[in-house]
């Protein structure tokens, strides 16, 4: 793994470590560990150590590490093409857009954006948006949508936005899960509602039953269209092929990454309905989008989750997952749905709870001080639970009795049961 000579003492993770703080920039902080393999629902690092990944590349590898039919697809097809442009065409990104089209209900009407991640999938939106005459977005505090500039001036967090304003401008924040301000928000001058199905990064916040439905409401009210951003909601993780689905509601354009091809990079901006031909040629672009190794990787992913009945079997995990997680001691909550699930625990331990963890050999994430956040592969067995529980029991355990003088924990004010 690596090209330079062990200095004698020191571990391989520590060596590569330091390596990687001398060559890569400082946007994440220090790696956690550095990492050399996977398989399934586990990884390794460079000093032999197996975790239990419970957080998938943060909802990305949805059927897990080196996947053989996901392996099979992504090698059979840069074996034969890899890469052609967007002068030309290839099956796999004709036959993925098809498909993505059918999974979203677009009844012949709808058109798909391919790119390379999550951000750019949202830039694409954005376009869309501002071809409809109107710039004035409305979107979700606590909503986050990516980092290049356009998805960052969606995002209303000013610990993001600071270090790079001026951003792009025309877009106003409501309170999440708040039907009554969306309605108050939104006039005839609103180009889109963007919203996320559930809240990721916000530390999975679920909203009310009928949000979005009442969303789709007001955009028609006013003309405006409704656009989710499912790149982290969208593929499966939460039971079903687009979070949006949990109620009876059609969006004008979905937007989609992480997951889609379980690990390889990729992005899609759907536009349902006339929101697919508002970009004309030469309006948008870019180079590697819908290569075709990335196509016939996600249609691989697709196939496996189909066949595998793969959405049933994260609605019944997640519910086991769930319902052990509320078991553990200092456990305050549990919120999601599917294997997109919070553990609210005591205030301000999420950081060491995480870290507790992964020495334990469990990887989690802490997006928010008082909660974990669990995004596995969608393939997690019961058997991993029986792996987690107790290596989370512990970590949880030891830091909420710390914090247990301090005071007692707060309920998340949209806890979903
Ligand atoms: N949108 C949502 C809802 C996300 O959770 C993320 C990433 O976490 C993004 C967009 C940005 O995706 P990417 O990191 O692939 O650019």
């Not at 393999?37 to 239990?52: E, I, K, Q, S, T």
């Not at 992504?74 to 098809?98: C, D, K, R, W, Y």
């Not at 999975?204 to 269209?225: E, H, N």
């Not at 009945?309 to 994260?314: G, I, P, Q, Y």
Request: aromatic share 4%; with cysteine.
């Amino acid at each position: 793994m690596t090209d330079q000579p062990m200095t004698s003492g020191r571990s391989s993770v520590a060596v590569l470590t330091e390596r990687y703080e001398g060559a890569v920039m400082n946007t994440f902080g220090p790696p956690k560990r550095v990492l050399v393999r996977g398989a399934g629902c586990h990884v390794w690092d460079a000093d032999g150590r197996r975790y239990l990944d419970l957080m998938a590349g943060i909802a990305v590898n949805s059927l897990g590490h080196a996947h053989p039919a996901v392996v099979a697809a992504m090698t059979a097809q840069a074996s034969t093409l890899g890469q052609v442009s967007n002068l030309f065409a290839s099956e796999p990104q004709i036959v993925l857009a098809e498909r993505l089209l059918v999974l979203a209900g677009a009844d012949g009407e709808g058109r798909v954006f391919f790119c390379n991640s999550g951000t750019e999938a949202n830039e694409a939106a954005i376009k869309i948006t501002r071809r409809t005459g109107r710039t004035r977005i409305v979107a979700a505090q606590g909503g986050f949508h990516g980092r290049t500039l356009g998805a960052l001036a969606l995002t209303a967090k000013a610990a993001y936005r600071a270090p790079f304003e001026p951003l792009p401008g025309d877009v106003v924040w409501v309170p999440y899960g708040d039907a009554a301000a969306l309605s108050a928000a939104v006039d005839e001058t609103t180009a889109a509602i963007v919203l996320e199905p559930i809240q990721g990064e916000a530390g999975v916040i679920v909203p009310p039953d009928g949000y979005l439905s009442a969303a789709r409401r007001v955009a028609d009210r006013d003309g405006a269209l409704l656009w989710f951003d499912e790149v982290q909601t969208g593929v499966g993780r939460t039971g079903r092929w687009f979070g949006y689905q949990a109620e009876q509601v059609q969006p004008d354009i979905i937007t989609l990454a992480k997951g889609l091809a379980g690990g390889f990079p990729i992005g899609a901006c759907i536009g349902l309905g006339s929101a697919g031909s508002l970009l004309g040629p030469g309006q948008h672009g870019n180079t590697f989008g819908g290569n075709p190794v990335a196509c016939a990787t996600s249609l691989a992913v697709l196939d496996v989750i189909q066949q595998d009945d793969l959405l049933t079997h994260v609605t019944s995990i997640g519910a086991e997952l769930a319902a052990r997680l509320r078991l553990v001691d200092g456990v305050i909550a549990v919120r999601g749905r599917g294997l997109l699930l919070a553990a609210d625990i005591a205030p301000g331990t999420s950081p060491l709870v995480a870290a507790a963890a992964l020495e334990g050999g469990v990887i989690v994430n802490d997006p928010t001080p008082d909660c974990l956040r669990l995004a596995p592969p969608l393939v997690l067995s019961s058997a991993h639970i029986d792996e987690a529980i107790p290596v989370l029991s512990s970590a949880i355990g030891a830091h909420s009795r710390a914090q247990d003088a301090a005071g007692p924990a707060q309920r998340h004010p949209l806890e979903v049961s």
